[in-house]
């Protein structure tokens, strides 16, 4: 009996039980092996220490195509494989449909990180791989956005912008074949603006309310399409400008943003104690108004000066401060409720979400720095020390069967 017992609450078999428990595993592994590279890249770019192989694209252009394409997809592919037949009251999906994507995109990252390390050709294979996944996991959802009969706009939302990541897909295949940077530059813009902040923004949009409630009892509710709407638009118009390089007029974009998510997070905030679990999904959003703020900031100042006074420090406030905070808080929100284990954030997670405060401050100082590098790896550093413990919690859930002993 108790070897039974042991082989059932640690097996990997359980991975193929629920799309989320596979993807949130390849994203949560994909979390530390990306920046182990990227950091190890950082640290001997600052102090040499050995002959490190150069990757045949540029190192930051690569850590940009692999924290937007292949770090943080599984994830979205993860969480919206699970919850489009909810939103849409239609039957579940099976394994057969999530996990090839899994597969895809798990394998994409692995040959992407060996290419990286000095086998070139498996970079180009990664990328295959990562394609296939993507095509795989975008094909589901839209057949199931053909199958609703409600018109589910946070979902259409989301597979929008899965469409507008796969074009930024087709970009970094463009680029491998022509070496042409100009596609190289759209694709990681199409990455941020077209791919990332729509989804988190309509997830947001969609779940932070409906978390509240369920935790709050008589909290209303309040996410009006029309914000969802003008927020869709807003960003296209900064993704526009940021491809024709319209910096000086970034700001026509960016104020109005500000105003929006300025209003959604006064909104969304309680007026009485919360749970952890609900502060630490507020305060990551809250990063997004001050990312937007450091963007109007940033270009005001380029109008007047045709200065980038804030270099990157605008986009790892939106990278790091928000992408990276509510990832913890809304994987750890969904990995707690989706294994029966209490909705409460817990000590690994906690940790995990403080530090990357930290480590967003960091990252946005390097930029005003006189060793920048040295920062930037420090900031590194400090990303892995936060998220390790985090991820090494959450791949041993992954495994096991709930703690309520309900399926999945």
């Excluded at 409630?213 to 996410?223: D, E, I, V």
């Amino acid at each position: 009996m108790p070897a039974r017992i042991d082989i059932a609450t640690f097996s990997p078999r359980l991975l193929a039980a629920a799309p989320h428990r596979l993807l949130f595993f390849v994203g949560a592994a994909n979390v530390l092996l990306a920046m182990a590279w990227w950091t190890l890249w950082l640290v001997n770019a600052r102090w040499p220490m050995f002959a490190m192989p150069q990757p045949s694209i540029p190192a930051g252009w690569m850590h940009a195509l692999v924290m937007q394409y292949q770090v943080l997809t599984p994830f979205i592919f993860g969480f919206l494989l699970t919850v489009f037949p909810r939103w849409m009251s239609l039957p579940a999906l099976s394994r057969w449909h999530y996990v090839p994507v899994g597969l895809g995109l798990f394998g994409g990252q692995l040959l992407t990180l060996a290419g990286l390390c000095g086998f070139a050709p498996l970079l180009y294979l990664g990328f295959v791989f990562t394609l296939a996944g993507w095509l795989a996991g975008l094909s589901f959802l839209i057949k199931l956005l053909w199958q609703d009969t409600q018109m589910t706009w946070h979902a259409i939302s989301c597979a929008s912008a899965l469409v507008l990541g796969l074009i930024g897909l087709g970009l970094v295949f463009g680029y491998l074949f022509t070496g042409n940077a100009r596609l190289m530059f759209a694709a990681i813009k199409f990455g941020s603006f077209g791919l990332l902040l729509p989804v988190y923004f309509t997830v947001n949009h969609r779940m932070i309310p409906f978390f509240a409630s369920a935790a709050l009892p008589g909290y209303r509710m309040f996410r009006p399409m029309l914000l969802l709407a003008a927020f869709w638009a807003l960003t296209m118009l900064h993704l526009g400008l940021e491809l024709v390089h319209g910096y000086a007029f970034l700001w026509l974009a960016d104020v109005p943003l500000v105003a929006i998510c300025s209003v959604l997070l006064w909104r969304w905030w309680p007026r009485a104690p919360m749970p952890a679990l609900l502060r630490v999904l507020l305060l990551g959003f809250a990063w997004l108004p001050i990312a937007f703020a450091l963007f109007a900031l940033q270009s005001a100042w380029f109008a007047a000066t045709d200065q980038f006074v804030l270099g990157r420090a605008p986009a790892h406030a939106l990278f790091i401060g928000y992408f990276g905070s509510l990832l913890v808080a809304m994987v750890t929100r969904v990995t707690q409720g989706h294994s029966g284990r209490p909705l409460v954030l817990g000590r690994m997670a906690a940790f995990a979400f403080v530090l990357v405060q930290c480590v967003a401050v960091v990252r946005i100082v390097a930029e005003l720095r006189p060793d920048a590098l040295a920062w930037q790896a420090v900031a590194g550093l400090g990303w892995l020390f936060a998220f390790t413990p985090w991820v090494l919690r959450s791949l041993s859930i992954y495994v096991r069967p709930r703690a309520d002993g309900k399926p999945d």
